[in-house]
């Protein structure tokens, strides 16, 4: 595996609408060292940044949470 000595940036294929201007544009997601990850609009200076363990953390969280839904959905029909 490589280690991040410098920012890899990449943009979305297609663009969605995040601010509340109601235009869509396409999102920047750059992986920087010290293990950031960085978003922004393609466009615009703004930036937002996360350390990559707590993306990793709710991602895992969501999974878990679609996981305990599915389940219960699952169970519901069978009681009634």
Known sequence: ???LT???R???RRPYTVLYTGE????VVSLE???VITF???GRRQTWSL????????AVREAAQAQRRERKERRLPTRA
Request: proline content about 11%.
């Open 6 to 8: 410098k920012a890899v």
């Open 51 to 58: 350390p990559i363990d707590r993306m990793f953390r709710q």
């Open 1 to 3: 595996m490589t280690s």
């Open 24 to 27: 869509a544009r396409p999102i």
């Open 33 to 35: 060292p010290g293990d």
């Open 40 to 42: 922004r609009e393609a």
């Open 10 to 12: 990449r943009v979305t």
